[in-house]
């Protein structure tokens, strides 16, 4: 019987992505690869998985089964969802997926069943009420003040009413509003992201940041409509890992790079768009470390537009995907797990 396995890459899809790559790929000796200061440096999981691609092709005697490839775009738009749409994991099995961290050593890999990140939405509130002169705030209601006040509220979220065992949290990380000292706005917008690791506190958390902002912007004298998610940007469900996809990982990832080489890794708040596959089938999200401890400084971290990707981490992170492929179709044909003997050294 044959067995289908998925192998995802993420790619980012945003503005400048072909700018990026054209730029790196005709850089000269004084030009440094623009790529290599890309956001989140997404670009390199596609490489690695082109240099996986044509490892397995070129090995030997073949499992019987299916390894399919994924290049999925817009992973911060949740381009995992459309591809669902698309049939990407029709009559698929599992699925494994990877992200670099510039906070994990170069060489090593870090991994955990369970939760591994954050389910995440976003939401955004348009604060209305009256505007006026900033010198007679009695004939106007004071915007700015009653949009502080929101955002004071919503803070009591995770502090009053969440279980200090369930990790949680609400930012407001957008304020826009008025344009001059003296005058005080008729209208104020704020935005921001909330996170948990289950979708019944991600739930709660959508329903009760809507009533808390509605509420307090009713007791300032002020109207608020609140909107959330839209299909361009869906929210996320927690990256939960299959545990026996764990087992294997860790069978595979110990073979190939030693029991020192394989760490435990912590729960991270930040969402993660494979989540959606793995509503749907078994599946495994690991971390590759890509942090160069000879450097002197703390290396950028994602998100900077000062990251700097190591290439040095390809290498490993396409001999591990392929062996994680190659075993598991394996162990899929025996029923048994394959020990050091079977294993397909790529390194």
């Known amino acids: ?63 019987l089964g299916t390894v399919v490839l994924v290049f999925q775009p817009a992973e911060e738009g949740g381009g995992a969802k459309k591809m669902i749409e698309y049939g990407s994991i029709d009559n698929v099995q599992a699925i494994f997926g990877l992200h670099n961290d510039p906070l994990v050593p170069l060489g090593q890999v870090a991994c955990r069943p369970g939760p591994i990140a954050a389910g995440s939405g976003r939401f955004q509130a348009e604060i209305s009420g009256k505007g006026g002169h900033a010198a007679i ?25 969440s279980d200090p065992l369930d990790s949680q949290v609400v930012t407001v990380a957008k304020f826009q509003g008025g344009g001059a000292f003296n005058v005080i706005p008729d ?25 808390v ?4 912007a009713a007791v300032q004298r002020c109207n608020a409509i609140v909107t959330f998610n839209n299909e361009d940007m869906p929210m ?10 764990h087992k294997h990982f860790q069978r595979v990832a110990v073979d190939m790079l030693g029991t020192s080489k394989v760490t435990d890794y912590n729960p991270v708040m930040g969402g993660e768009d494979f989540s959606f596959y793995q509503e749907r089938i078994p599946g495994y999200f690991f971390i590759l470390g890509t942090k160069d401890e000879a450097a002197q400084e703390r290396p950028a971290l994602l998100h900077s537009p000062y990251y700097n990707f190591n290439e040095y981490s390809l290498p490993v992170g396409a001999a591990l995907h392929a062996s994680l492929a190659v075993r598991y179709l394996l162990e899929s044909q025996t029923g048994n797990p394959t020990g050091n003997e079977h294993r397909h050294d790529e390194l």
């Not at 104020?188 to 009533?211: D, H, M, N, P």
């Not at 902002?213 to 307090?216: A, K, L, P, S, T």
């Not at 996320?236 to 996809?245: I, R």
Request: aromatic share 8%.
């Open 213 to 216: 902002i509605v509420g307090q």
């Open 1 to 63: 019987m044959s067995t289908n396995l998925k192998i995802s890459a993420l790619q980012s899809v945003v503005t400048g992505v072909e700018w990026c790559w054209l730029e790196f790929a005709s850089f000269g000796p004084a030009q440094p690869p623009l790529f290599e200061r890309h956001a989140r440096g997404l670009f390199p999981l596609v490489v690695r998985l082109l240099i996986r691609h044509n490892d397995y092709q070129e090995s030997g005697p073949k499992p």
């Open 236 to 245: 996320y469900p927690p990256t939960v890992n299959d545990k026996e996809l």
């Open 137 to 161: 705030p009695q004939h106007a209601i004071d915007l700015i003040l009653a949009a502080s006040n929101v955002i004071v509220s919503l803070q009591q979220l995770v502090s009053r009413e």
């Open 187 to 211: 209208s104020v917008a704020i935005g921001g992201t909330f996170r948990a690791f289950s979708v019944k506190s991600l739930l709660y958390l959508k329903q009760r940041i809507e009533e």
